[in-house]
């Protein structure tokens, strides 16, 4: 899976299970207008869309794809700091 941060100098895609494997962004802006957040590279333009009233939000693409190595990239994404409100649903010990 892949995170997503961005602060004045970088945005960056970081592979959740090692932190040290990131794809940086140093040449890139932002607009956000209402409830979209768009996040412009060279190459590709990175859209988060709020989902209704919740803090959710999906993740569309305009412009080239990236081609992330190691990091899968989601449809839909929330703020770091409400992760633990969801629960995550374990099918136990699953074969087949």
């Not at 961005?6 to 960056?12: E, G, L, R």
């Not at 009233?53 to 989601?74: A, C, H, M, V």
């Amino acid at each position: 899976m892949a995170n997503f941060k961005i602060n004045k100098k970088n945005f960056d895609i970081i592979n959740i299970c090692d932190e040290n494997d990131f794809e940086r962004f140093k040449d890139f802006k932002y607009e956000k207008s209402g409830n979209i957040l768009k996040i412009i590279t060279s190459e590709t333009t990175f859209i988060f869309t709020k989902v209704e009233n919740e803090p959710i939000y999906q993740l569309t693409f305009k412009g080239k794809k990236p081609d992330l190595k190691n990091k899968r990239i989601s449809e839909f994404y929330t703020p770091e700091n409400l992760i633990e409100k969801f629960e995550e649903h374990d099918c136990g010990d699953f074969e087949g």
